[in-house]
């Protein structure tokens, strides 16, 4: 069955480093998103894309988050300097069709842990 | 915002025994959506019920919608240890997916 991939699924950095996350969604997938998960508490989203640009993002998704389709296959979120809130589980997550309607398929996340 | 609660918090039952879990949410949605999560994995997507639609069943898995209460259940019948995990609702509207905080369940053999 057809999976979502993240890399790494754990990364350790230091405040206000800059860090990348990656995902390669499903192929034939058009609709992508990020959501993250802080310990313990709910999954919240972060933005969702399509057609190479952003589509929605939440309050949280601020200047210091952008995301990419660098190549056609790889959707990166990137936070440029970490802060110690940013410490949480990301989850990638793709569809084939517009959000309304359908499931999303997740990956398995990457741990992000800020030091 | 439309965001869906779960109830309870967490649930601990015997292997062979239902269970049921609650959702509740505040705005229209088009859809609802139950997911699983075990332990500092991603989420699986379970079963999503439309709008339109009362009931829906996959495997052991139920789901009702009630849109007049703006809430939803998810039954899984004679539950197995393999079950134990935490369950999220998640509702689709003009947005994308907005979860709730989700219902830890353990299931004991």
């Known amino acids: 069955e057809p999976e979502v991939t993240q890399t790494p699924s754990h990364q350790v950095t230091q405040m206000g480093q800059e860090v990348i996350l990656r995902c390669v969604p499903i192929?034939?997938?058009?609709?992508f998103y990020w959501y993250r998960q802080i310990l313990g508490q709910k999954v919240e989203f972060l933005v969702s894309?399509?057609?190479?640009?952003?589509?929605?993002k939440s309050e949280i998704f601020d200047d210091q988050f952008s995301v990419e389709r660098p190549d056609g296959s790889n959707f990166t979120l990137k936070i440029r300097s970490t802060k110690l809130e940013d410490s949480a589980m990301y989850f990638c997550a793709s569809s084939e069709f517009h959000w309304v309607g359908y499931g999303y398929t997740f990956g398995s996340g990457t741990r992000l842990t800020v030091v | 915002s439309q965001q869906g609660e779960e109830d309870p918090q967490a649930l601990s039952i015997q292997e062979g025994e239902n269970a049921t879990m609650n959702c509740s949410y505040k705005?229209?949605?088009?859809?609802l959506q139950w997911y699983r999560q075990n332990s500092g994995r991603g989420l699986v997507h379970l079963i999503l019920?439309?709008?339109?639609?009362r009931e829906k069943h996959s495997g052991r898995l139920r789901v009702t919608l009630d849109t007049s209460k703006k809430s939803s259940s998810l039954l899984i019948t004679a539950s197995r240890a393999a079950d134990t995990a935490s369950y999220f609702c998640a509702t689709a509207g003009n947005t994308p997916l907005v979860f709730g905080k989700g219902t830890r369940l353990s299931v004991i053999a």
């Open positions: 894309f399509y057609n190479n640009e952003i589509s929605e």
């Open positions: 019920i439309r709008s339109n639609e």
């Open positions: 192929s034939n997938h058009l609709y």
């Open positions: 705005t229209s949605i088009n859809n």
